[in-house]
């Protein structure tokens, strides 16, 4: 069965804090996959990964970094945590694809709150 | 501009009657794929089906059917017989041969409330 966890479901932190969103999938995948979701906006790409060590921005990037070190973890860093960055942030993967029908799976979810 | 459109921010529905959650789309690309996904209230996204754009028919699964029309550019998700644990968020989604197959774009969603 596949699986993608991420780190914490719910998150609260303060302004100008450093955070990190963690993601571990289990599917040997190649990509990886950073969106929020904020009501009336549906899911927005931060960032995406198609190998270790590769990276390439999405929709919203700024504020946000990356870091993949091995192939089975993604990570999301807020560098300077601020208010408006408070947000579901839903990680995903999938193998790398010619087919248009190949599905992204997704993590739970983390609700992040910053003060 | 949109690529993905849902109109219905939110649907009210009956127990065991049929709904239709608009998806309209925009693409110059002859080659992509759309995709529905349900979010319960847990969060986690859960793919339900997906229509190629030169597929023929309308897809389906189980009780869930694609409204397929193409010259239209729409994608509507019909559920038939709607259950309670159908409440979720809807959220309709396109892959582009453009955007080298391994991104998704995604509307903004559509609440389904399901009453007894």
């Known amino acids: 069965d596949v699986k993608v966890t991420q780190s914490s479901r719910y998150l609260v932190k303060r302004t100008g804090e450093k955070v990190f969103l963690e993601c571990v999938q289990d599917m040997d995948h190649e990509n990886m996959f950073w969106y929020r979701q904020d009501p009336g906006l549906g899911l927005r790409l931060i960032y995406f990964?198609?190998?270790?060590?590769?990276?390439e921005k999405g929709d919203i990037p700024e504020g946000y970094s990356v870091s993949r070190e091995k192939k089975e973890r993604f990570s999301l860093i807020l560098e300077s945590a601020s208010t408006n960055q408070t947000s579901m942030y839903l990680c995903?993967?999938?193998?790398?694809?010619?087919?248009?029908?190949?599905?992204?799976?997704f993590g739970p979810g983390t609700r992040l709150l910053v003060l | 501009a949109q690529k993905i459109t849902q109109t219905q921010p939110g649907m009210f529905v009956q127990e065991k009657e049929a709904v239709t959650l608009d998806c309209t789309y925009d693409?110059?690309?002859?080659?992509?794929?759309l995709f529905w996904y349900k979010q319960p209230s847990s969060g986690e996204m859960i793919f339900l089906i997906y229509q190629g754009s030169y597929d023929q028919q309308n897809a389906t699964e189980g009780r869930y059917s694609l409204n397929f029309q193409k010259a239209r550019k729409s994608a509507n998700l019909v559920i038939s017989a709607s259950q309670l644990g159908d409440s979720a968020m809807y959220f309709c989604?396109?892959?582009?041969?453009?955007?080298?197959?391994?991104?998704?774009?995604f509307g903004t969603g559509t609440r389904l409330l399901v009453s007894p």
């Open positions: 995903a993967s999938s193998t790398p694809t010619s087919s248009l029908g190949e599905t992204q799976y």
């Open positions: 990964s198609y190998d270790v060590k590769m990276k």
């Open positions: 989604a396109m892959r582009e041969i453009g955007t080298g197959f391994q991104k998704l774009v």
């Open positions: 693409t110059s690309d002859p080659s992509y794929g």
